[in-house]
C-alpha cells in the first residue's frame, strides 16, 4: 500500500564570577559551546557558540540532532551568535516519559532555553518537525523572534488520511517508515543518505508513532498567520511536493531547491548558507 506523508527530533574563578554579574544585570548567557540546561522532560541539549549579531537559533526535523545544523553553525559563527538544540527524545536530549511529543511540549522546551540563556531576540531557523515547532514559538512570542526560516514545513493532514498514515504504521511499522524514508532521501547526497537512515534506525517504534501521531494534530496555519514578522518558506522541490505548508500559502516568500532530499542543508550546505545570508541580511 502507497502511503503519502505531508512533509509530515577560562579558569573557574574568573568564569564564576562573570556569570553571576551576567545573571545580575539580566543579560544574555555567553555562548559557551556544548551543553545541557534542564526543561520540562529533563536535559535539553544546546550547541552554542559564536558572538554578535541577531543569534539564529536552529531546530532539527523528526530523528535528526543538532549536527544537521554543522554546516550552518560554522558558517554563522564568524560573524554572529549561533546555538542549535537537541529536540526531547533526540540526540543527547532527555526523552520524555510520558511520550508528549506535542508541538506545545517541545514549544515548552523552546522557552526554558531562551529563558535560560537570556535570548531576548533571535532568528528561529526550523526544519520539519522543528519547523512546526519554529512556527509555533514566533506566533506564540512574536516579540523575541526578529525572523523565521521553515524548511520542509509540514502542512495539516486531513484527519482521514492521518488515520490511514496511522492504521499502516500499526499493520507495518517497518515497511511503512521505509516507504516514507524511501521518499524523503530519493535526492539525497550518498553520504546524508546514509547518515539519515542511520539516525532513523535508532528511534524506538514507540517514540516515532508519537511523533507522527503530534505533527498530525497540529493545525500550523493560525500560528502562520498571527506571526507577522520576517519569514521565509523553504523547501525541496520533489519530495516536499505535496501537502507542505508552502503549498498552503503561496503567497508567502519561498525558495526552492531542485534535486535535493528532504533535508536541502544538508545536500548543499553552501547554497543554503547563502539563502540564509541573504534572509539575515535583511533583519535588523
Known sequence: MRISFPSVLASALAATALASCTQLMGAP????????ITGPAGAIFLDDGGDGGVPVLFLHSFAGDSRHWASELDHLRHQRRALAIDLR?????????DLDYSVKAMVRDLEA????????RFVIVGHSLGASVANAYAAAHPNQVAGV??????????????????????????STMKQYMDRLVADAQPH?????????????????????????????????????????????????????????????KQKAFEGTSHW???????EFDAVMDEFLAGIS
Open 29 to 36: 548567557e555567553p555562548a559557551d559551546g556544548p551543553r545541557a
Open 89 to 97: 527524545g533526540h540526540g543527547k536530549s532527555a526523552r520524555p516519559k
Open 113 to 120: 532555553v531562551v529563558r535560560d540563556l537570556k535570548l531576548q
Open 149 to 174: 526560516v521553515l524548511v520542509g514545513a509540514p502542512g495539516k493532514t486531513p484527519p482521514e488520511q492521518a488515520a490511514k498514515v496511522m492504521a499502516a504504521l500499526r499493520s507495518d511499522y517497518e
Open 192 to 252: 546524508v543518505r546514509t547518515e539519515l537512515m542511520a539516525q532513523m534506525g535508532k528511534m524506538s517504534r514507540e517514540d516515532s508513532m508519537a511523533i507522527i501521531q503530534a505533527l498530525f494534530a497540529d493545525d500550523p496555519l493560525p500560528a502562520f498567520e498571527r506571526y507577522k514578522g520576517p519569514r521565509l518558506l523553504v523547501y525541496a522541490a520533489r519530495p516536499d511536493s505535496q501537502g507542505g505548508l508552502h503549498t498552503l500559502k503561496p503567497e508567502a
Open 264 to 270: 536541502p542543508h544538508l545536500d548543499r550546505p553552501k
